[in-house]
C-alpha cells in the first residue's frame, strides 16, 4: 500500500485557519486521497476525498499539489471541536479497505 | 440516525469468555468492514464483506475470530476464548461501491471491549 507521513502533531488559535499537510510520494494514479478525523471515543468521521483537482466541502478544503505528491487538508475556521487525530489515506477501492496511519493530533487553542 | 450503528458499544468480559458484536450498515450499503483500534493507535483492517460475501480477511483475525453477514444486511464479529489481548474498540463501517472507485466509508461509534 502507497503510505503518507503526517506530522504527529499541530497546534491552532481557534478560529484560525489551520493546514494540516500530507506527504504521498509513492501514490498511484488510480489513488484517491482521503481524509477522516476521529475525535475521543468516537469512530473516524469522514471529511473529504479527491483524486486530481482541489475540493471544497462543508467541512474543509482539500488543496492537491500538481505532482500529487502532497496534499493538504485545510480548515478554514477552527473550533474547539475540530480538535481531534486527523489521517491521511491513500485510498484505491480495489484495495477493499482503508489503511490508516498514526495520524495528526490537532489540539486547538482558545 | 440512519447512521452505522453497533452494539453493544461497552462490554466486560472474563479472560476465556466468549463474546458476539452485532452491526447494522446504513441501509442498502452492500460494503462493510470490521475495524480494530487499540489506545493511541489507528484502526487497523480486520474483515470486509460485500454483500454476504466475505472478500478479505487480515492476518489479525486469528482463528477465535469470525465474522459473518448473513442476507448481506447486518454483520455481527465473535471473538472466542477472549485474551487481554483482544481489549480494544471494535469499528464497524459501511459504505456502497459498485465500481472501484473512492467511495466515502462511514464508521460507526464502535463497541469497547475490556478483558480482564
Known amino acids: 500500500d502507497a503510505k503518507t507521513t503526517q506530522p504527529n502533531s499541530m497546534e491552532s488559535n481557534e478560529e484560525e485557519p ?3 499537510p500530507c506527504n504521498h510520494s509513492t501514490i ?22 479527491g483524486l486530481t ?3 471544497n466541502n462543508r467541512m474543509a478544503s482539500l488543496a492537491i499539489a500538481e505532482d500529487r505528491k502532497s496534499s ?20 484505491s477501492g480495489s484495495a477493499r479497505q482503508l489503511t490508516f496511519g498514526s495520524g495528526t493530533q490537532l489540539t486547538v487553542l482558545p | 440516525d440512519t447512521g452505522v450503528s453497533q452494539d453493544p458499544r461497552h462490554k466486560i468480559t472474563k479472560r476465556g469468555q466468549n463474546v458476539t458484536f452485532r452491526c447494522d450498515p446504513i441501509s442498502e450499503h452492500n460494503r462493510l468492514y470490521w475495524y480494530r483500534q487499540t489506545l493511541g493507535q489507528g484502526p487497523e483492517f480486520l474483515t470486509y464483506f460485500q454483500n454476504e460475501a466475505q472478500l478479505e480477511k487480515s492476518r489479525l483475525l486469528s482463528d477465535r475470530f469470525s ?4 442476507k448481506g ?20 463501517a459501511s459504505s ?21
Not at chain 1, 82 to 91: F, H, K, P, R, T
Not at chain 2, 67 to 70: G, I, K, V
Request: aromatic content about 14%; glycine content about 8%.
Open chain 1, 28 to 49: 498511484s494514479g488510480t489513488d484517491y486521497i482521503h481524509w477522516y478525523r476521529q475525535l475521543p471515543s468516537q469512530g473516524p468521521e469522514y471529511v473529504i476525498h
Open chain 2, 73 to 92: 444486511s447486518f454483520s455481527t464479529l465473535e471473538i472466542q476464548r477472549t485474551e487481554q489481548g483482544d481489549s480494544a474498540m471494535y469499528l464497524c
Open chain 1, 53 to 55: 483537482s482541489n475540493v
Open chain 2, 96 to 116: 456502497y461501491g459498485q465500481t472501484d472507485s473512492g467511495n466515502t466509508i462511514y464508521f460507526g461509534e464502535g463497541s469497547w471491549l475490556t478483558v480482564v
Open chain 1, 72 to 91: 493538504t487538508l485545510i480548515l478554514h475556521r477552527a473550533t474547539l471541536r475540530d480538535a481531534a487525530v486527523y489521517y491521511c489515506i491513500l485510498y
Open chain 2, 67 to 70: 465474522a459473518e453477514r448473513p
Open chain 1, 18 to 20: 489551520v493546514h494540516l
